[in-house]
């Protein structure tokens, strides 16, 4: 072990909030060991904006408690931690942990309970990657430094502690891990993990819960580098254990939202991850339509809101979207047949709707990508929000006269059909609750209260789509997806 001055590796307390100086400051105070350790560390090393920063003590999560308050408050279970604010901020507060004992893993190896409070060297050991282990004691002004992780650092290599099989056994979300930091970071991954990361290897993914994996995917497309991860998660075979029926492909669709999504969290914007799904599963979703339609007979209405259920069920069982994300990514699925032939008196209402935006953005990406099957709509929307209240009617009823004729001429393509008569509700057909998990948000949970409209009915204002109106809503809890 290597103690490092911290201003010789770059760091310095200035750089870092009053909140984490806040929790090390207590603990110390209070006469425990406490140090920063993990993603800020090394983000701040390499000159980063780190996403949070993680501390790490010789208190046990009963004795951090002690320490807080009310302010401290213990969760988990697999692993315990204390979760404690510092004003409006909160700061994971984990103990140094001992290896896991035998039988708190499964068969295969894998770690199942992990609360074994040990010492920092111990703690050191079960961490993952060498960069993620620097502790740093920002009032002493040091770093200590187990296993030359610095050197890791400056020479960008991304180094797994220990066998590289194993710590995939212990835990496959490492292999998972390793392909976020390498698109994140830029580092090359060191020879022995590329040796072990294999598809057979990636199917060890398979026995880890949907729900952690579906917190993993979310990492991944909110890290900023959403573009460079996704050839990776191909080439590793990754994808097919995360996205079972998506075809393994980067589709120019995919490409451009995620280079979207990517621009955006460089600019600062938010992004919600369930539109990166709503495109992810677009593919699956029309050839459930077809399906349906084709094969099954069923009105293009029925098509869509039995394949998006369908769709979303099967990619449940990878990794378990919640239930207002769900709802998201079927409205937008939902607004495209409306976006793509929207009946003129309802235009206006359309643009007002609350899930208008996502939809919108949806659409443009689409047809940026080079679908043709958007004629040009996303365009058009695109030009009309534009417009003054004059030039909108002048273009609707364009639009509206361009509309009869095509009517007169053409039958419709498949997605269309149907969109004279009512549409499913968007997420009408609840299943049986999930047992597990409760949805984090609550946002959206008003779609879930419209009532089943027969199809064949013409459809009116009064339909629940248009029904809803644009709310003010807590930017923290309701994002929206890219726009352009
Ligand atoms: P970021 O927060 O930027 O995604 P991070 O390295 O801080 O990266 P976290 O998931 O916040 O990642 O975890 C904090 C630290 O906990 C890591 O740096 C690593 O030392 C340790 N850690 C997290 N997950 C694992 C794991 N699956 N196996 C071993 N160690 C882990
Ligand atoms: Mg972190």
Redesign the pocket.
Known sequence: MQTLRASKCGLSTALLPSSILDVIDCLTKAGYEAYI????V??LMLGHRP??F?AVTNATPAQVKEVFGRRCRIIGRRFELAHVYSGRELIEVATFRAPPKQRQATAAGMILRDNNWGTIEQDYA???FSI??LYYQPQKGIVLDFCRAVDDIQSKTLRLLGEPQVRFEE?P??ML?TLRFAAKLGFQIDPAILAVLTAKQAELLRDVSPHRLYDESQ?LFTMGHLHRVLPMLIEYGIWKQLFADIPAQVNPFIQKAAQNTDQRIQIGKTINPAFFYAVLLWQPFLQRCEFYTQQKGLVASEARAQAGLDVLKRQATRTIIPRFAETFIREVWEMQSRLLDPKPQQIEALSGHARFRAGFDFLLLREKSGDGSTQGMGQWWESYQHLSADEKEQTIRAYNRKRQRNRRKSTEPVLQQGADTEIEPLVEQQEKPRRGRQPRRTASTDNNTVSVPQSGQQQSLDHPILRRKRVQRDLNQVVFGPTQ
Not at 37 to 40: D, E, I, N, Q, R
Request: no cysteine.
């Open positions: 350790v993990g993603g800020g090394r983000d996403k949070d993680d079960r961490r993952d993620n282990t835990d979300v490492r891990r990492k």
